[in-house]
């Protein structure tokens, strides 16, 4: 990686923690760039505003949250392990990053032009998702190996199950200490129960 590809990385490595701590309005560059290590005349050097600055990591956030699903579209294994697949790999995206779903909900609630800038971002992922879903279901289903389901339905089940987890720990967490290995393994066995939750509603 080049120097100034390296430099422009560390600032937004920085940028994304300020940006998903305190959101677009209270994020301040001079902290963005105190965290980066690099004087603010280099941070505008390279992104000009915050606002281009938060854009950058709000369209890498988002790709990376749609692409999380996308095990499912593979198709050398049966269509159950790929559901599973993407369960997990889902569930392991948001465990990684669980400020995220906040996040995007939040920024987009509060600026409805930055939903319209995703659309291009999130749909092609999508689509290519939801399709293989109707395809794996159709053959599945003649097979005689699961029920019939509407993919989105289950698109919708498995992001809100997963989601819900992290949305709902601060909360949680107020009433119910969980925290190191507890909260390592409990994450572990909740990512086991979502699997077999949507897999059993599945099964025939």
């Known amino acids: 990686m080049k ?7 560390i600032i ?15 994020a301040k560059t001079t902290e963005i760039a105190a965290r980066a290590g690099v004087n603010h005349a280099l941070l505008h050097y390279y992104f000009r505003t915050k606002e281009n600055l938060f854009e950058k990591v709000f369209e890498l956030k988002v790709r990376e949250l749609s692409e999380s699903l996308q095990v499912i579209i593979g198709k050398d294994s049966p269509f159950m392990d790929r559901v599973k697949g993407g369960i997990e790999a889902h569930f392991d995206f948001i465990a990684s990053n669980p400020k995220l ?6 920024e987009l609630i509060q600026n409805p032009r ?16 939801y399709n293989t ?31 819900v987890v992290f949305v709902m720990q601060p909360v949680i967490g107020e009433v119910i200490e969980v925290e190191g290995k507890q909260y390592a393994d409990f994450l572990k066995q909740r990512k086991a129960e979502n699997v077999e939750t949507i897999l059993s509603r599945l099964r025939v």
């Open 101 to 106: 779903p906040h996040f995007i909900f939040n």
């Open 12 to 26: 937004l490595d920085a940028a994304e923690i300020e940006f998903l701590d305190k959101g677009f309005a209270l």
């Open 133 to 163: 879903m109707k395809i794996g279901i159709a053959k599945s289903v003649k097979e005689g190996i699961i029920r019939d389901i509407d993919p989105m339905h289950l698109m919708y089940d498995i992001v809100s199950m997963n989601v």
């Open 114 to 129: 930055r939903l319209e800038k995703c659309k291009p971002m999130i749909a092609p992922v999508l689509a290519a998702i």
């Open 3 to 9: 120097e100034e590809q390296k430099t422009e990385q």
